[in-house]
């Protein structure tokens, strides 16, 4: 019977976001941008004038021209084909990671906040440790034990950024057991898995959906960052941090080729931003409870 | 007051020691034997059990965090592989240089932060509070490492009014000092104008109000004070932020700090050196997790009194 | 005698997500000097935005559309904010409900009087910071000179609302706007704060508008009452008249629900229904939904204020003329 309740919810949170999609334009504009860039990262292989890692040394640093419209890097590779490229590893790094550690941090939230005692306080101890911690050193602590390479880097930022999901679900799961229907169910003899997943998991997806929008953004800017830094994507992967990295010598003299790729990261960065916003106010309501 | 200190000083031991634990598990447990890491297959048998006695590498892992631990109690952080010399003499010489350059960008960052969060909360709805929060989330969204590029190309190599890189001089620190601020004011400015708009919503801005205060009175008589209460407490996640920005700055501007010499750690496998960079920071950020919940405190009555 | 304000036609709107709301509703009222008026109905019935908009406190979403507010005989709703800020906390000064939220957590609650007076009456700091102890002692705050240098969360409930009674009779103003000023209280300190305000009533000639939902408070202090409803008046009489006999059924069903000492009831009456939403109000009377008489016609049209007698009015179509129920 609350099932049915819970899916009203989940109805009004789809209703209220479509509704502050027509009215927040900000929030739109972020929509529509992410839709090109996902758009552009699984056609990349379509729509990109050039193979991204054909290197071309008659042509290096080429400016902006008819045949290159970004013109070419110092490696004389279309620059505008490794951004298209580049979109497919900001957004899975973006996306996938986020989601991994979104769904630690639920799993062990709802457990904290379910089952309390012994078990709440090591899981919340641990959260302390992961969110004192500043994220970027963390990941480089974990990238120099683990070894430098994109699917590590994968890891680093799935095990970093479980601590907020797994506060905000252990905090929500503290009110929602006490509520009727978690009662109800519980004297019906569900068992507690059933509870936790059913009952409960669905009253936080509002909320779970917000930090997720918060998330991506982050995780996108550090993915660059490290790349930058050389602990991240390997070279000839076309990321755009490692493609600001690469081209950054050549600054003075072809400052396109190092500047163009951050435009990406902060266009991409700044719809997530912008639509995680948007899905803050719309969804507030449903947090505050 | 004091049973407060006291019991954020407690909180923080564990959560510490959790912390040295972890880097200390990540770095020295988990990659496997540094001595045949470093020295392959190149050496004498003999010449390696000696190294691993001298590293403590035959003892348990746990043995080893314990003598790691009591060591850096006396301030002994170990010895850099690449630069052999003391660790903590390598930090000490380059912490000077960081905390120059966070202290510049905190203060850029709230000059500009806090300005244009409470004026974009006064004007909340009107175009400028759109235009400023849009600046904001920009500033948020921007890779530190692109604006310090795309600063080093305008100021100077196109103005030619500012030096690229080093830090000999204050004309040095201008430029990273600002590209780091400046990113970290966005968040601070959206911060600011959520807790501005929060509290000029409470019953008591409606009673100052009332009373037939100016608009101007209310703002910084009233509402100024309340909402900076949760900005201070930022400000300990805000220097975890410098420091972690600091990384990219420094590497960018070629800065001699702690973020320089952590990245040249790990792309010289400098093991010790890469420990000791992480755990002062850390220790670093905690404490100045400290002074946020104690200047807290002083700010806010109700825990002062308690 | 003269009044002290006279509201005409006061309407005020409101923008909410479902809509505009109007919770202020063409209401009219006047306040003789020295008298104390009360305002009565359920929460959320616009007694409070009615409160808010005579002093221009309204919510930015809230928008006075209509009325005059006539205050000495100026119109209080077409001053300019700098005139509205002379009156404010002088001539007319409020008192809220919540005495903890009112009142500003990080400064210390003498600051917060003499804050006023500075403000008003140009006195130096030494010298508001005497009158305002001089202020705590007449509004019964034990150890004056210590609780000027109090938090709010440093006092008991009882004594931050003499603080905000401190702050709102500090200047001696024409008219005091006590909105649920007791609520928030226990029995026994309401009791107290009531006789503090009738005694401070009447050593100063202050003239109060007392909001509340509680017609036991209005019997007690006030001398003629409006019933407000779904922005409207309702009906208005003199105090006694209004006890002895209601004209309105929502009166009668607000009386009924009283407990009435050496009276024995079954059970005590509730008015059936819940306050209305101001969003979707009927066409017609907007208590029908709730009334026990109403007929068809009640539910199409719109009864006007009625004269009922030489003091006495109220908006119902039992008295319009010219109705056939």
Not at chain 1, 204 to 223: G, H, M, N
Request: glycine fraction near 8%; charged fraction near 15%.
């Amino acid at each position: 019977m609350q099932n049915q309740e819970e899916a009203l919810h989940a109805d009004t949170a789809l209703l209220r976001i479509a509704a502050m999609l027509r009215t927040d334009k900000k929030a739109a504009f972020g929509a529509v941008v992410i839709a090109i860039f996902i758009l552009v990262a699984l056609l990349a292989n379509a729509v990109s004038p050039y193979d991204p890692y054909k290197i071309d040394l008659a042509n290096r640093l080429g400016p902006m021209s008819a045949k290159h419209l970004a013109g070419t890097d110092s490696f004389g590779r279309d620059v505008l084909s490794r951004i298209f490229y580049g979109a497919r590893i900001s957004l899975v790094i973006g996306l996938l990671p986020s989601i991994i550690a979104i769904l630690i941090g639920t799993a062990l939230g709802l457990v904290s906040g379910y089952y309390g005692g012994f078990i709440d306080f090591i899981i919340m101890r641990l959260a302390d440790i992961v969110l004192a911690f500043p994220s970027l050193l963390l990941a480089l602590v974990i990238m120099y034990s683990l070894g430098v390479s994109l699917l590590n880097l994968f890891i680093a930022l799935a095990v970093i950024n479980w601590g907020v999901t797994a506060r905000t679900v252990r905090a929500q799961t503290l009110s929602l057991r006490e509520k009727e229907f978690v009662e109800a169910a519980r004297a019906c003899g569900v068992s507690d898995l059933a509870i936790m997943f059913r009952h409960i998991l669905p009253n936080c997806i509002p909320t779970l959906l917000v930090i997720l929008t918060l998330d991506i953004p982050e995780a996108i800017l550090s993915e660059a960052t490290l790349s930058f830094l050389g602990v991240g994507a390997e070279p000839p992967t076309a990321s755009w941090g490692l493609m600001v990295s690469e081209n950054k010598q050549f600054l003075f003299s072809q400052p396109w080729v190092a500047i163009a790729p951050g435009i990406a990261v902060l266009l991409l960065v700044i719809s997530f931003n912008f639509l995680g916003d948007g899905l803050r106010d719309a969804l507030d309501p449903f947090m505050s409870e | 007051m004091l049973k407060y200190i006291v019991s954020r000083i407690l909180v923080m031991v564990p959560i510490l020691l959790g912390i040295v634990l972890a880097i200390f598990f990540l770095l020295n447990v988990l990659p496997g034997d540094p001595v045949s890491l470093m020295m392959k297959d190149k050496i004498k048998p003999d010449v390696i059990d000696n190294l691993r006695e001298r590293m403590r590498l035959n003892d348990p892992w746990y043995v080893r965090f314990a003598v790691y631990v009591a060591n850096a109690l006396k301030g002994d952080l170990g010895y850099s592989y690449r630069y052999h010399r003391e660790v903590k003499d390598l930090i000490m010489g380059a912490f000077p240089n960081t905390v120059k350059l966070a202290f510049a960008a905190l203060a850029i960052s709230w000059g500009i932060g806090i300005p244009t969060g409470i004026i974009a909360a006064v004007r909340k709805g009107k175009l400028s509070d759109s235009v400023l929060m849009t600046f904001s989330l920009a500033g948020v969204s921007m890779p530190i490492f692109w604006i310090g590029l795309l600063m080093q190309y305008i100021f100077a190599y196109k103005l030619g009014a500012l030096p690229t890189s080093g830090f000999s001089t204050l004309k040095h620190l201008i430029l990273p000092a600002f590209v780091l601020g400046w990113s970290s004011s966005g968040g601070i400015a959206r911060m600011v104008r959520a807790n501005m708009l929060e509290v000029m919503k409470h019953d008591y801005i409606r009673t100052a109000r009332s009373k037939g205060l100016g608009e101007t009175r209310v703002v910084f008589g009233h509402a100024l004070r309340n909402s900076m209460l949760p900005v201070v407490t930022m400000m300990a996640s805000q220097v975890s932020w410098l420091l972690s920005g600091a990384v990219v700055t420094e590497s960018i501007f070629a800065i001699p700090g702690l973020g320089r010499i952590s990245v040249d750690a790990i792309t010289n496998r400098d093991m010790p050196l890469l420990q000791g960079t992480v755990i002062f920071t850390t220790v670093l950020i905690m404490l100045s997790n400290l002074i946020a919940d104690i200047a807290y405190g002083f700010l806010d009555p109700r825990i002062r009194y308690q | 005698m003269q009044s002290v304000l006279e509201i005409k036609g006061l309407t005020t709107h409101i923008k909410t997500k479902a809509g505009t709301i109007v919770p202020v509703n063409g209401v009219s009222l006047s306040v003789l000097k020295g008298e104390i008026v009360g305002i009565v109905g359920e929460s959320g019935c616009g007694k409070s935005m009615m409160a808010m908009s005579v002093l221009q406190l309204l919510p930015a979403a809230g928008k006075i559309v209509d009325g005059q507010a006539l205050f000495e005989g100026a119109d209080l709703l077409g001053m300019n904010k700098r005139q509205m800020r002379s009156i404010r906390g002088d001539k007319i000064s409020m008192v809220f409900q919540e005495p903890m939220s009112s009142l500003n957590p990080t400064m210390k609650v003498g600051k917060q009087v003499s804050e006023s007076l500075i403000l008003h009456t140009k006195a130096s700091r030494a010298e508001a910071k005497e009158r305002t102890v001089q202020i705590f002692q007449e509004v019964g705050i034990p150890d004056a000179q210590r609780r000027y240098n109090s938090y709010p969360h440093q006092l008991s409930g009882g004594l931050r609302q003499r603080v905000m009674i401190g702050l709102a009779l500090a200047l001696k103003p024409a008219l005091m706007i006590a909105d649920e000023p007791t609520t928030a209280l226990d029995v026994t300190i309401e009791a107290q704060i009531l006789k503090l305000m009738k005694g401070m009533q009447a050593a100063s000639n202050t003239s109060i508008i007392l909001i509340t939902h509680n017609l036991g408070i209005i019997a007690e202090l006030c001398s003629y009452v409006y019933v407000m409803y779904a922005g409207q008046i309702m009906e208005q009489a003199p105090v006694f008249e209004l006890f002895a006999e209601p004209k309105h059924p929502y009166t009668q069903g607000l009386l009924k629900s009283l407990p009435m000492l050496g009276e024995h009831r079954e059970k005590l009456h509730a008015i059936p229904g819940s306050v209305p939403n101001l969003a979707s109000l009927p066409p017609g009377c907007s208590f029908c939904p709730r009334c026990d008489i109403a007929t068809s016609a009640c539910y199409t049209l719109k009864p006007g204020l009625e004269k009922i007698s030489e003091a006495r009015k109220a908006r119902c179509l039992l008295y319009s003329k010219g109705v056939a129920l």
